[in-house]
């Protein structure tokens, strides 16, 4: 059998095992790649920097646990810097997996690194079903949608919701979405209809589909996969989880482009043989 | 009568909404809104149906010993102790011992959405990194102008996101003494114009096709929705 059939055949096992290591390595021996922040993550982070102590923020999570290693960097990250702002977060989920990963960020950013107060300065509203329409209703009357946050406490007391009930006192909403519901509905049902400011981060995948609407200046910032939450943990805080996972990200990208590479290679080589013959 | 009155209620709320969009009436808006709180309370109670459907499937299943059925067994016990432990009384459950109930934090449901659910869920996506690996080696293949123009541009995208383009770029230029395009910059050219155009196309195209959809079921000639044909 010639190296060709060879690695024609290659044990899928193998390809496996590569990918594993190039993944796994960068994690213990980090390769201390620079990381540049593109257009989408520094206007992600100027229009909350743009914010004033005290303004109301509405944090919308629609995301579950498949998404974690992508999105929850973006998430703290987001709530780190709406924390410096000093801003008030409102925190709500279309995705029913979701309270829960919103919570542990409150609980580790908000709560551990800025001491922050549940009911005072930040809220989890919690999942509600529905969909588009909870966006809209959102627009009518938050209390009407959510008379109680994702522990069952009446919102109407709680001082973060003082003055808040409408996206009229919103001042931007923070979307971090793995699909539907997510990132486009909430530009068609709410960016259009109460011109209210929208920053996004997305899963790397659907990151694409987005770009027209920031262009478009729909969404006034973008933040696409791990890549884009690591450009903007290093713009709020020089560095962060997504940032430390870029070098294998970076690593695996050149695994599988190697694969593409070989593997066109051999049929290249494969087809030459099959015309002389 | 089976046929009329579906189709007339979704004529009328159909138009109700479209209605309501355009126009800021405050009775308008109103009736807008109230309409969009009924959606909300049928959407929880169709939650419901779909937890009924799903445990009634897999019952029929294990009655008739369907093909795998035995994986049903996991589904439906998973299934029936996530939502027994979300909906009975936080008392009992604290009186079991454990530190909280419901879904609070420390609860047994809490405490199996972190080391179950999750893990499991991260597994599942984590396994896509190997798939693709695999594929790329096995299936990608150039075999036409369609799919070498691919190939390069996903090459190019894929090493221009990630650190490492930076540096092989800033590399190279140092190499030859030349300020040449960096392969993020070439990424980031791709994004932003050959892939809006295109996602700009699609998008136009299939918001024109949801509205023609939208009103042919508004208007009564598109059935399907209400069992029609």
């Not at chain 1, 303004?55 to 290693?69: C, R």
């Not at chain 2, 179950?116 to 790329?136: D, E, K, N």
Request: aromatic fraction near 10%; charged fraction near 15%; charge should be neutral.
């Amino acid at each position: 059998m010639d190296w060709k059939t060879r690695l024609e055949r290659l044990d899928r096992r193998i390809i496996f095992l590569v990918i594993f290591f190039a993944v796994l390595m960068p994690l213990f021996f980090p390769l201390g790649l620079s990381i540049t922040p593109g257009p989408e993550a520094t206007a992600f982070h100027a229009a909350i920097e743009a914010l004033q102590p005290g303004d109301a923020v509405y944090l919308a999570a629609d995301y579950d646990p498949g998404s974690l290693p992508e999105l929850q960097p973006m998430l703290e990250a987001a709530i780190e810097q709406l924390c410096k702002k000093d801003v008030r977060i409102i925190a709500g989920s279309l995705w029913p997996a979701c309270p829960p990963l919103v919570n542990r960020a409150f609980t580790q950013i908000a709560e551990g690194r800025f001491q922050k107060v549940y009911g005072t300065d930040y809220v989890n509203l919690g999942f509600k079903e529905g969909r588009e329409v909870v966006m809209n209703q959102l627009g009518q009357s938050i209390r009407g949608v959510y008379p109680v946050d994702s522990a069952g406490a009446p919102i109407g007391d709680m001082p973060v919701m003082s003055g808040v009930d409408s996206y009229a006192d919103i001042k931007l909403i923070v979307n971090v979405s793995a699909g539907y519901p997510g990132t486009k509905e909430w530009v068609q049902q709410v960016r259009s209809r109460y011109s209210i400011p929208i920053v996004a981060g997305c899963t790397a995948v659907s990151a694409p589909e987005y770009f027209p609407y920031f262009q478009s200046g729909q969404l006034s910032g973008l933040l696409g996969g791990l890549a884009g939450a690591a450009e903007y943990e290093v713009l709020v805080s020089g560095s962060g989880p997504a940032a430390k996972k870029m070098d294998a990200q970076s690593l695996g990208h050149i695994v599988i482009i190697g694969f593409i590479l070989l593997g066109n290679l051999i049929y290249f080589l494969r087809s030459r043989e099959g015309s002389v013959a | 009568m089976r046929r009329e009155i579906p189709l007339f209620l979704t004529i009328f709320f159909g138009c109700m909404m479209v209605i309501g969009f355009f126009v800021p009436h405050p009775i308008v808006n109103e009736a807008r809104s109230r309409v969009e709180e009924w959606t909300i309370i049928l959407a929880a109670a169709a939650v419901v149906l779909g937890v009924a459907n799903v445990a009634r499937i897999h019952m029929h299943k294990i009655s008739r010993r369907d093909r795998d059925f035995q994986y049903s067994f996991p589904l439906l016990f998973a299934l029936f102790l996530m939502i027994l432990l979300g909906i009975v009384p936080k008392d009992w459950i604290t009186s079991m011992g454990f530190p909280a109930g419901g879904t609070d934090e420390g609860s047994p449901f809490d405490w199996l959405y972190n080391n179950a659910y999750v893990p499991m869920q991260g597994t599942m996506f984590a396994l896509l990194a190997f798939y693709i690996a695999s594929a790329a080696f096995r299936a990608f293949r150039i075999r036409t102008v369609e799919a070498a123009l691919l190939a390069i541009t996903a090459v190019l995208v894929m090493i221009g996101r990630v650190p490492v383009g930076g540096s092989i770029s800033n590399w190279f230029n140092g190499l030859i003494h030349l300020d040449l395009w960096t392969l993020p910059e070439i990424q980031q050219w791709i994004m932003d114009i050959p892939n809006l155009a295109a996602k700009r196309a699609i998008l136009i195209g299939a918001a024109l096709g949801a509205i023609a959809t939208s009103l042919k079921i508004i208007l009564g000639i598109e059935r399907s929705a209400i069992g029609g044909d």
